[in-house]
């Protein structure tokens, strides 16, 4: 038996084999989740529909998130298909591009909504949809970045999308618990995924966060799938409005340089 027989997980933001809500997707399976899948425009089809094969998923189905009759559309097709929902997961996230570079102080008002728009209030539509589905309580899962609290080169305009996502989660925590419906955060340190392509210097981010996270070491799409498998399942009964921290212990550091560095400083 599996700790997901039974249950149904929608889950948006599957984008390629390489996504985090790909890796959630395949831990949520392997514990005997049924999987309705959505992806973002039709660019990304050929790359769904080929993952849901591998999983036997045949619900699959194109959502804009900025658009209300989409997403009632994909809800309405959920409860005819299966009648409730148990799990949601939103990995989405998108801003364009000239707002992840340059000074933070050029961001444009456009972008700034754009940003806002799909990779935050989404949340809330979501959630707004999924509930009435959710009649024996639920799991509302979203992805977040360390980004929503600290300053991280690069990020700009989605590190304030990150930082409202992460007060709609306990808000939404709020409103939905007495429901019996969870809402959690993950934040994962740096993953090469198609989204994290966009942000620059990834690259950096990436051995940078492998040279000083207390474990030394990167974080895989595998490891998000186990905490969002933690999270939705019955071990995460009781916890709700939170921010799961996936990040080789990143978060937890004051001074973010190496013990060779930090010697070399002061001389130690």
């Not at 591998?54 to 299966?82: N, P, Q, S």
């Not at 707004?128 to 589905?133: F, N, S, V, Y």
């Not at 989204?195 to 474990?215: D, F, I, Q």
Request: aromatic letters at 8%.
């Amino acid at each position: 038996m599996g700790m997901m027989d039974g249950k149904v997980a929608l889950i948006f933001g599957v984008a390629n084999k390489n996504s985090i809500a790909w890796g959630i997707t395949q831990k949520l399976h392997g514990q005997g989740a049924t999987i309705a899948l959505s992806y973002a425009g039709e660019i990304l089809e050929k790359r769904v529909f080929p993952l849901a094969q591998e999983i036997g998923c045949d619900f699959v189905e194109e959502c804009d998130v900025t658009k209300d009759e989409d997403l009632d559309a994909i809800f309405e097709k959920v409860k005819a298909r299966y009648g409730r929902v148990d799990v949601v997961v939103h990995s989405i996230a998108f801003a364009p591009r000239e707002d992840l570079n340059g000074r933070f102080v050029d961001i444009s008002r456009e972008g700034f909504k754009i940003a806002l728009d799909i990779s935050a209030y989404s949340l809330i539509a979501i959630a707004k949809r999924a509930e009435p589905l959710m009649t024996e309580g639920g799991t509302i899962l979203c992805m977040t970045y360390y980004a929503a609290e600290k300053v991280v080169p690069g990020y700009h305009v989605m590190a304030i999308a990150k930082s409202a996502l992460e007060s709609i989660t306990r808000y939404l925590a709020n409103d939905l618990g007495p429901k019996g419906i969870r809402v959690n955060a993950i934040s994962a340190g740096p993953i090469k995924t198609l989204a994290g392509a966009g942000v620059a210097g990834l690259r950096t981010l990436l051995k940078y966060n492998e040279a000083v996270s207390p474990l030394r070491k990167n974080v895989t799409t595998e490891d998000v799938g186990n905490a969002a498998l933690f999270l939705a399942s019955d071990m995460g009964a009781s916890i709700t409005g939170e921010v799961l921290y996936v990040d080789s212990g990143f978060n937890i550091l004051g001074m973010t340089i190496t013990e060779e560095e930090a010697r070399g400083v002061t001389g130690g």
